[in-house]
């Protein structure tokens, strides 16, 4: 489901209500694809931020409680400024765990192996499992006074039946990205550069793509962060619109 085209009638009367030098007829939408930021080490935050307000493009941020370049966290209080300001220019935001861990494999009794970023192997109950899913939630309504979208990511996208099982049973929908949309960001700069990076995703992303990047990668050498200035032209020259997953309504495995 993406968002409905206003009618042409609509168009009309809004243009005609325009000085005759602002009546350009903007060009339609050959279709829309989802860019989705995760937190990361949120050294490029700004940067981004000033990206998409420059093309007026909204996003889907899904954030979780990580180490940032700061050496603070990115749900810390420190960073409500920028969280409110986000929310104010209209973007949607979604859960990518609290401690970034990656869903092992699943355990009897419909419970999840679990390993931390520190090396930490722990068992999830589905209690546990939606626990962590929501503890974003309800520190980014503390920040910023909104809550979260009924959406998650799982830390490299990894997720297994009872996680699945488990998210859903506490209104979460999990989130992917579509081959093509996977940027690149986090692939080594030597063997993977940005002009490569980008050439390949204007090439490749198509109507409907939900695209992955990060507010911040520790290990590679040349930011990817600047390319999606560039990116964002290329797809919008394409045709090709923005919309945020939430007005969208996507969410898949």
Not at 238 to 246: E, H, I, S
């Given at each position: 489901m993406?968002?409905?085209?206003?009618?042409?009638?609509?168009?009309?009367?809004?243009?005609?209500?325009?000085?005759?030098?602002?009546?350009t007829?903007?060009?339609?939408?050959?279709?829309?694809?989802?860019?989705?930021?995760?937190?990361?080490?949120?050294?490029?935050?700004?940067?981004?931020?000033?990206?998409?307000?420059?093309?007026?493009?909204?996003?889907?941020?899904?954030?979780?409680?990580?180490?940032?370049?700061?050496?603070?966290?990115?749900?810390?209080p420190?960073?409500?400024?920028?969280?409110?300001?986000?929310?104010?220019?209209?973007?949607?935001?979604?859960?990518?765990?609290?401690?970034?861990?990656?869903?092992?494999?699943?355990?009897?009794?419909?419970?999840?192996?679990?390993?931390?970023?520190?090396?930490?192997?722990?068992t999830?109950?589905?209690?546990?499992?939606?626990?962590?899913?929501?503890?974003?939630?309800?520190?980014?309504?503390?920040?910023?006074?909104?809550?979260?979208?009924?959406?998650?990511?799982?830390?490299?996208?990894?997720?297994?039946?009872?996680?699945?099982?488990?998210?859903?049973?506490?209104?979460?929908?999990?989130v992917?990205?579509?081959?093509?949309?996977?940027?690149?960001?986090?692939?080594?700069s030597?063997?993977?550069?940005?002009?490569?990076?980008l050439?390949?995703?204007?090439?490749?992303?198509?109507?409907?793509?939900?695209?992955?990047a990060?507010?911040?990668?520790?290990?590679?050498?040349?930011?990817?962060?600047?390319?999606?200035?560039?990116?964002?032209?290329?797809?919008?020259?394409?045709?090709?619109?923005?919309?945020?997953?939430?007005?969208?309504?996507?969410?898949?495995?």
């Amino acid at each position: 489901m993406r968002p409905a085209a206003r009618p042409m009638w609509a168009v009309g009367l809004a243009l005609a209500t325009l000085p005759a030098a602002a009546q350009t007829t903007p060009p339609a939408c050959k279709g829309y694809v989802h860019l989705t930021l995760d937190t990361g080490n949120m050294r490029h935050a700004e940067l981004i931020a000033e990206i998409l307000a420059r093309h007026q493009v909204k996003a889907t941020f899904f954030v979780a409680q990580e180490k940032t370049w700061r050496g603070d966290h990115a749900l810390d209080p420190a960073w409500a400024g920028y969280w409110k300001a986000r929310v104010a220019e209209g973007h949607a935001f979604g859960s990518h765990t609290w401690r970034h861990g990656s869903f092992r494999r699943d355990l009897p009794d419909g419970q999840v192996a679990y390993r931390l970023m520190d090396g930490r192997q722990l068992t999830l109950s589905p209690a546990e499992v939606c626990a962590e899913l929501r503890q974003p939630d309800t520190r980014f309504a503390e920040l910023t006074g909104r809550a979260l979208d009924p959406l998650w990511r799982a830390p490299g996208g990894r997720s297994t039946p009872n996680t699945l099982k488990a998210s859903e049973a506490c209104r979460y929908r999990h989130v992917h990205w579509a081959p093509a949309g996977f940027l690149g960001d986090e692939l080594p700069s030597g063997a993977y550069p940005n002009e490569a990076l980008l050439r390949r995703a204007l090439a490749d992303i198509r109507d409907g793509d939900i695209l992955m990047a990060h507010l911040g990668i520790w290990s590679r050498k040349a930011p990817f962060a600047p390319m999606l200035d560039p990116l964002i032209a290329g797809l919008k020259a394409r045709g090709l619109c923005f919309a945020t997953l939430a007005a969208a309504g996507r969410g898949s495995h």
